[in-house]
């Protein structure tokens, strides 16, 4: 499978067409940006590991029943998906206080929930990916209301599939983004990437950050804390 066109290139990802209209190939870059673009830099060695975390996620996802874009890791940067309808919304569901939900609702972070929340973000960078709920997705028109019921069912037994799995190899899913597309038949199907620079990982006992915190707010270690995500997560694997 080969590239053609470059569709796309985004803040972490170049997205390409292939002779095979209905897949794409995704090619994951090191740059890295906080705060909507605002902070820019460079994760050394990032791209390889989150294409390499992403598709490790997204298999243990299909084996778990969630359909997923996920077709074949062509090599250390780059794999062949599904090319999908993103629907331009960020769903986000969180098990601990942090990031935004501490400073919106002034709580620290850290707090344990009972139950995981669900929340969407209109994905767009010149709005500032701003809040949204159910009836402005619907008055917008970015999806249908079953859309919206299937996207919220997945996420939820997303959740309950990675926080199992992470907890087994020391880490806690603290919150995460997910990206949903439509395939040309209507089916719903996950989307994007699963990784230190879309989720919230801790050290399940020492509660370190080993994600995307680190670079947001200069805390150091940013190289080796993706490093450690991966050798936890495939150590046991090539
Ligand atoms: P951003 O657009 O936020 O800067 P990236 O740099 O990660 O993000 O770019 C990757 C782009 O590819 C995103 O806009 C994402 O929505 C899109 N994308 C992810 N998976 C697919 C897919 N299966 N089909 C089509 N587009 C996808
Ligand atoms: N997130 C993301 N992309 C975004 C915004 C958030 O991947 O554009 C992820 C982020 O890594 C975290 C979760 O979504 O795991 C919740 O982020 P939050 O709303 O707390 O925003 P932030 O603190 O990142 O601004």
């Known amino acids: 499978m080969e590239k053609t066109a470059q569709l796309y290139e985004g803040k972490a ?8 209209e209905r897949l794409c190939i ?9 705060f909507n673009g605002e902070k820019k830099g460079t994760i050394y060695g990032k791209g390889v590991i989150n294409n390499r975390l992403t598709n490790r996620l997204m298999r243990l996802l299909e084996e778990n029943g969630i359909p997923t874009h996920f077709i074949e890791e062509l090599n250390d940067r780059e794999t ?3 090319k999908a309808a993103i629907v331009p919304l960020e769903v986000i569901i969180r098990n601990i206080s942090a990031g935004s939900f501490a400073k919106r609702f002034g709580v620290e972070e850290g707090v344990v929930f009972e139950s995981p929340t669900f929340e969407f973000s209109y994905k767009s960078d010149a709005l500032g990916d701003p809040l949204m709920n159910d009836y402005h997705a619907l008055a917008l028109g970015l999806a249908t209301e079953p859309e919206l019921e299937t996207i919220r069912a997945y996420a939820f037994r997303i959740n309950d599939i990675l926080k199992a799995f992470l907890l087994e190899h020391g880490i806690t899913l603290v919150d995460f983004k997910l990206e949903f597309g439509r395939l040309p038949d209507g089916t719903i ?3 994007d990437e699963i990784s230190p620079d879309t989720c919230r990982f801790w050290d399940v006992r020492t509660h370190e950050k080993l994600d995307k915190d680190r670079f947001r707010r200069d805390l ?5 804390a993706y490093e450690e995500v991966l050798r936890r997560l495939l150590g046991d694997e090539k």
């Open 80 to 82: 062949v998906v599904r």
């Open 13 to 20: 990802k170049k997205v390409f067409a292939t002779a095979d």
């Open 26 to 34: 995704v090619s994951y870059k090191d740059s890295a940006t906080a």
């Open 189 to 191: 199907i996950l989307a």
């Open 220 to 224: 150091g270690g940013v190289e080796a």
